[in-house]
């Protein structure tokens, strides 16, 4: 593959919700030119304002000319060096977007997708151009949480490793890179475990949430526990990512706990709805929720 490009300088981020929004934030303060593009324009018009207020905030006003939004999809992908997808947890949805994005990308440019637990092989199954194609999950990059963790599939060019981690580098990630695939990547997998124990442990009445959140914390030494965790994904994106392992597993014992589904059809969201497991008076305070 030898037109493809080295460095990664432009990215078009299609999905300007929870977290291409956090992607936006740290391309831009590190001089890489973000183009947004959400299919609802009044999304990425959102998204634009908020993550430039988060540049001016954090002292790097200078960076919000590096952001730009688009209505227009091709007008979005014109001349990047990635495409990368943030749009919701959902395989059939991925793929649609994913076939969108390869109709009309530059040969050059690579493909990428911030999925949670898809794998490259089941996103990009079929499509032209998928030895361009890599996921790279992003963990929550304003609060800190510094992780890229990049998994390549059996058709993907062992160069884009080095070129997708460079870019990760350069805005301030720490990539690592999975040898081969599997579903979840390696530390959601682990955080799955532990998600969905403190659900079954919580949803069985064996203790409070606001306990088991204080109790790890204490245990592991970590700032937030599984619920507060939880609340700031998304409790829509948990629960997608729980059907998910539910329906390839069938085994009940991976059903999602009625309590997410409540809370979720309840549209209680988490932090970005301003309730979910706990309260939110703003997007840092919790407080318990009734
Ligand atoms: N939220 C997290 O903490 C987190 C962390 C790591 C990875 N992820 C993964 O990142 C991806 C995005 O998650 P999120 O939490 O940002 O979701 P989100 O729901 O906050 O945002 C998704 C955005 O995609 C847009 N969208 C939907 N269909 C689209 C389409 N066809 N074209 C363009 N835009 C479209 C929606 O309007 C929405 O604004 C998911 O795969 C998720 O599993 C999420």
Redesign the pocket.
Do not use: W, Y
């Given at each position: 593959m030898s037109c493809i490009t080295s460095r990664i300088d432009s990215v078009a981020l299609?999905?300007?919700?929870?977290?291409?929004r956090e992607i936006a934030w740290a391309c831009a303060r590190s001089g890489v030119d973000v183009r947004l593009?959400?299919?609802?324009p009044d999304?990425a018009a959102d998204a634009l304002t908020t993550v430039s207020r988060w540049l001016s905030d954090d002292g790097h006003p200078d960076s919000i000319q590096h952001l730009r939004r688009f209505d227009d999809l091709c007008e979005a992908l014109a001349e990047v060096d990635l495409a990368f997808e943030?749009?919701?947890?959902d395989l059939p949805?991925k793929r649609?977007?994913h076939a969108q994005i390869s109709k009309v990308l530059p040969e050059s440019a690579l493909q990428g997708?911030?999925?949670?637990?898809l794998t490259p092989s089941e996103i990009a199954d079929g499509l032209p151009g998928g030895a361009k194609f890599f996921c790279m999950?992003?963990?929550?990059i304003r609060s800190g949480e510094r992780l890229a963790e990049y998994m390549g599939g059996p058709r993907s060019d062992p160069a884009i490793a080095r070129i997708a981690s460079e870019w990760a580098l350069r805005i301030g990630m720490t990539p690592i890179v999975l040898e081969r695939e599997i579903l979840g990547y390696v530390q959601n997998r682990i955080w799955r475990a532990i998600k969905k124990e403190a659900l079954y442990l919580a949803a069985s009445g064996y203790a409070s949430i606001e306990d088991i959140d204080r109790g790890f914390v204490l245990s592991w030494g970590v700032s937030e526990g599984p619920f507060r965790i939880m609340d700031?994904?998304?409790l829509?994106?948990v629960l997608?990512?729980e059907h998910e392992y539910f329906r390839r597993s069938g085994n009940d014992d991976d059903r999602p706990p009625a309590m997410l589904e409540d809370l979720v059809a309840e549209g209680k969201l988490g932090v970005?709805s301003g309730e979910g497991f706990y309260c939110y008076d703003n997007d840092v305070a919790p407080r318990q929720a009734k």
């Open positions: 299609i999905g300007a919700g929870t977290m291409g593009f959400d299919v609802k999304v943030c749009v919701p947890e949805l649609k977007v997708s911030n999925s949670s637990v999950n992003f963990t929550h700031k994904v998304g829509d994106t997608r990512i970005q």
